[in-house]
């Protein structure tokens, strides 16, 4: 019997008796609540709970773009003033995720009548997942408005902070000069929202503004009156600097003070000074040098800086140090107070050091290179001590950071490799990632010692090298395991850019320095001895390229003058097989103008080399001897690798984005053509197809990769990548598919951009994680299966594969390493150039100054343009094409950016539970219930008229 044939039966009886009416309503009560089913007859019927509100969250708009960091006090907007390197707590820093103007409420503002108040990027205002609820299930506050929840849901909650200022007075003491003040801000409000409301509060005087890269603090006047205080070399010439430092809950901030959204409570503080500390702390640095197996000195851990309490000892300090290192370490207190017993290598779980009676080797305490006569826990820390325990005996001494020994018999495997060197490369039949990439695995370098400095990647027998401050490490190519390590016997400031070749992976060091190590076991094979630096007031840095050719490898080193120019420099000429120095040549100095070879690269020509300059020259070099055969000016510094072009032919890329082709004739060069592509390049070409590819920065700062005719010496194509000036050397991958290339840009995210030739735009391939998200000058390597790896700022190397389900290059792979690299002889060796890691302007205090370089993780001012680079990552991709009007949606459906960088289209795709379905003999149902009830209501109201004729 189907329900409409109930109904009809209870009208029916209903009619007749009316105590019968109650049937007849619950007739029509169950016909209504069953008919409607969600999927009649069939499976899945009925659809979970929150589908509904799960479906309306995925359109939902994607969270706020940041942008980050501050642009440092007291720079020459125009002038190139770059940060130095060395002193992790004292340079300025960059910032991960500042917040534009247009997403954080001004202090005080609220909305205007009728206006919808701005959410601010602390509010959950999206879902955890794509297409879910929030967390818990709880509906976001735009979600409520949507179902019509008062607007007033949305007003940001206030907050109470705590600011401060602390000067100097005139003889450079600590002095407060904003105490400790209370603020109440709306939520959402910003370090540098708070900063202005501190100073106006204070009735302090500062010199801040909203400049290119977003908020910013030159200077402070004393509230006692004088001159304004802002950013200033403590001795002219010493390389360190004082400047107003951000300090947030006691910690040295590392992002710029727009970026940094508070919370209730937090505590911000600005403090005059150069080495990241508040008064009542110490800087203070510790390290760890054990023995390998052999035993042979060796790194366990690296010098990193900590911040301490005033007052606290050599103990508290080792402790900590051991901790973040992840040293498992015997210690204690006895009798005589702290002790240290034995240490167990981080590298060999099976060799624990300790008091040894047959050698007399024990764990020595250091103080600032000298041994200790007090023990750690009787030491009270000074600001700058460097700690250091050391496994030696009596009279052994503090050994020479890294010192290594090298074994010339040392067998050489006699692998293949991927990518050999640094270079502007490409690569044929690889199947690259072409829409989007997935990461395989991250593999953090830095290993808790704070910023530190690493190189370009090589990948070689599968395998991918990666030098780290003092070491050299082999990661698995598999799974991103560290395989092996070994100390360098000098170390890198910044980077450098190894190079493989005759079975060995050949270094350069800040010393001026080379040494080649084993590619199987790490074991050093040669050394050569260290640059003199007598005469000259900087040490060298080895930010140069490498470039193998004829047996030998080419070196440059460079040393570092007033404003960031390059001075001095010197050129290495090795032989590789035994690391005999067959020639240097050494030039500039006080009296001669720039000089020196910053991120160049010798491109080989037959026996003899070319090689750019500071100077705006490139030189050919004869191989045998360093003598200059011959040089053509090019009128602007050249910071990036030559690259041979065929037929005799060579570019050279200037600092004024200006890609130069010159032709060698015997023992001549001659300039034929020059074509400008961008405002600035540091950028390494790669040459593909007649093509040449190379990267640089707009006028508006954004990176940009060209694609150069090389025969009519004319610009094709120009593509954006997003704010921050592209200083790699693009991956160029020819395949069934096209021409991708790949490159980086010194911004957030640090994510690797890829454009296809022939496309309008590029977009962006792979997008990290938040917490690996940073600043980004390297450059993308690949191995035989198209994978591709890089590092950013975060202090992470990647591993990118080609997306599940997503298209890579086709092609049959294993192909090896062509064009771009000069001088690779046999595919073993490259090179190649690169640029400076930073905006013009940007000061770093505290550390020296590389050539147009900075430290990792602040190779950018503190805060980015916040006019546009916070926009989603649709508008950011849809516009990058600078010679096409920006893309636009037609349909008006809304997207979305997953994090690998593709695009999704908004509009959901509906669940087979979703849809209607309507079951006819429910219909059918209610519609006889509907006539059987008016029939029972007229035949109610008749009885009840004849009811009351009766009476």
């Not at 009316?18 to 007859?41: E, I, Q, T």
């Not at 690798?641 to 890329?653: C, E, F, K, P, R």
């Not at 299966?785 to 086709?810: M, P, R």
Request: aromatic share 8%; hydrophobic share 35%.
């Amino acid at each position: 019997m189907t329900i409409g044939s109930s109904l009809a039966r209870s009208a029916a009886a209903a009619a007749s008796t009316p105590r019968k009416l109650f049937h007849l309503l619950l007739a029509c009560v169950l016909a209504v609540s069953l008919a409607p089913s969600a999927a009649w007859g069939a499976p899945d019927a009925e659809a979970p709970a929150d589908a509904l509100s799960a479906e309306a969250q995925s359109g939902s708009q994607p969270g706020l773009e940041q942008s980050d960091g501050e642009k440092p006090a007291d720079e020459p907007p125009a002038e190139e003033v770059l940060p130095p390197v060395g002193e992790d707590a004292a340079g300025e820093s960059v910032g991960d995720d500042a917040a534009s103007p247009e997403e954080v409420p001004a202090l005080g503002d609220a909305p205007t009548e009728g206006e919808q108040p701005t959410l601010s990027p602390a509010e959950p205002t999206e879902p955890t997942e794509e297409g879910a609820p929030a967390e818990g299930g709880a509906e976001t506050p735009a979600q409520k408005s949507a179902e019509g929840e008062p607007t007033d849901l949305l007003e940001a909650s206030p907050i109470a902070v705590t600011g401060s200022v602390v000067g100097v007075d005139a003889n450079g003491a600590p002095q407060t000069w904003a105490a400790p003040t209370s603020l109440t801000l709306n939520e959402g409000a910003t370090a540098a929202d708070l900063s202005e409301a501190l100073f106006t509060q204070a009735g302090l005087t500062a010199d801040t503004g909203e400049g290119a890269y977003g908020w910013y603090l030159n200077s402070i006047t004393p509230p006692q009156g004088g001159d304004p205080l802002g950013s200033r070399e403590t001795t002219p010439g010493s390389g360190i600097w004082e400047y107003w430092q951000l300090f947030v809950n006691g910690e040295y901030a590392l992002t710029g003070a727009g970026g940094i959204v508070l919370q209730a409570g937090d505590q911000v503080t600005w403090c005059y000074g150069s080495d990241g500390t508040l008064p009542g702390q110490v800087a203070a640095s510790c390290q760890v040098i054990g023995l390998d197996a052999n035993g042979t000195s060796q790194v366990w851990a690296p010098a990193s800086t900590l911040t301490m309490i005033e007052g606290e000892t050599a103990a508290d300090l080792t402790e900590r140090a051991f901790a973040a290192a992840g040293l498992t370490a015997d210690t204690g207190v006895g009798e005589w107070g702290w002790y240290l017993t034995s240490i167990t290598s981080p590298f060999d779980a099976s060799l624990t050091l300790g008091w040894d009676q047959a050698t007399g080797r024990y764990w020595q305490l250091f103080v600032n290179g000298e041994y200790s006569l007090t023990s750690a826990g009787d030491y009270v820390l000074q600001a700058g001590d460097e700690i250091a325990w050391c496994y030696a005996a009596d009279g052994e001494g503090l050994p020479t950071p890294g010192e290594v020994v090298p074994n010339p018999d040392a067998p050489r495997p006699n692998f293949d490799s991927a990518w050999p060197g640094f270079a502007g490369g490409v690569v044929e039949n690889r199947p690259t990632p072409s829409e989007s990439a997935d990461l395989a695995w991250s593999y953090g370098y830095t290993e808790g010692a704070g910023t530190v400095g690493a190189s370009e990647p090589l990948v070689v027998n599968g395998d991918v090298y990666l030098v780290v401050a003092n070491e050299l490490r082999k990661i698995s190519g598999a799974t991103g395991e560290v395989l092996a390590r070994t100390p360098l016997g000098g170390s890198i400031s910044y980077c450098c850019r190894p190079v493989y070749a005759g079975g060995m992976v050949v270094v350069p060091v800040d010393d001026g320095s080379l040494a080649a190590f084993t590619a199987d076991a790490l074991v050093c094979v040669w050394k050569t001895p260290a640059l003199p630096t007598d005469g000259f007031n900087n040490s060298y840095q080895a930010l140069s390229s490498l470039t193998v050719s004829e047996g030998c490898v080419y070196a440059a080193f460079t040393m570092v003058g007033a404003g960031g120019v390059g001075t001095v420099g010197t050129l290495v000429c090795t032989r590789l097989a035994d690391g005999a120095v067959l020639w240097t040549r050494t030039t500039g100095g006080a009296d001669e103008g720039p000089g020196g070879y910053y991120w160049a690269g010798a491109a080989a020509s037959g026996d003899d080399v070319l090689i750019g300059g500071e100077a705006g020259a490139v030189q050919l070099l004869d191989g045998t001897t360093g003598e200059v055969r011959a040089s053509v000016d090019l009128g602007a510094p050249c910071r990036a690798g030559i690259v041979s072009a065929g037929d005799g032919a060579y570019l050279a890329v200037t600092t004024d984005g200006r890609l130069h082709r010159i032709v060698r004739a015997g023992d001549a060069l001659m300039l034929t053509g020059s074509v400008a592509f961008a405002t600035s390049s540091k950028s390494t070409p790669a040459v593909a197809a007649d093509k040449a590819f190379v990267c640089g920065v707009d006028s508006e700062w954004y990176g940009t990769l060209s694609v150069i005719d090389l025969a009519t010496l004319t610009v094709e194509r120009t593509v954006r990548g997003t704010l921050g000036e592209a200083l790699s050397s693009p991956l160029v991958s020819v395949g069934a598919n096209g021409t991708y290339a790949y490159f980086t840009c010194n911004g957030t995210p640090g994510g690797v951009f890829s454009y296809r030739v022939g496309d309008a735009a590029a977009h962006e391939l792979f997008v990290p994680q938040q917490d690996k998200q940073n600043y980004c000058m390297a450059s993308v390597a690949s191995d035989e299966f198209g994978n591709l790896y890089y590092t950013n700022d975060s202090g992470t190397l990647f591993k990118l594969v080609a997306s599940q389900g997503g298209a890579g290059q086709e092609g049959e792979g294993g192909e090896g390493w062509e064009g771009g690299a000069p001088g690779t002889g046999d595919g073993d060796g490259n090179t190649g150039g690169n640029g400076t890691p930073t905006q013009p302007g940007s000061v770093t205090p505290g550390a020296r100054k590389p050539l147009g370089g900075t430290i990792s993780a602040t190779h950018a001012p503190l805060s980015q343009k916040t006019d546009k680079a916070d926009a989603s990552k649709k508008e950011r991709i849809a516009s990058t094409s600078v010679d096409s009007a920006p893309a636009k949606s037609e349909s008006g459906t809304a997207t979305s950016t997953s994090a690998a960088g593709s695009e999704d289209t908004g509009a959901a795709n509906d669940a087979p539970w979703t849809a209607t379905v309507v079951n006819p003999w429910a219909v059918a149902g209610i519609a006889l219930g509907v006539v059987g009830l008016a029939g029972a209501v007229v035949a109610f109201v008749r009885m009840r008229r004849k009811e009351g004729g009766r009476a």
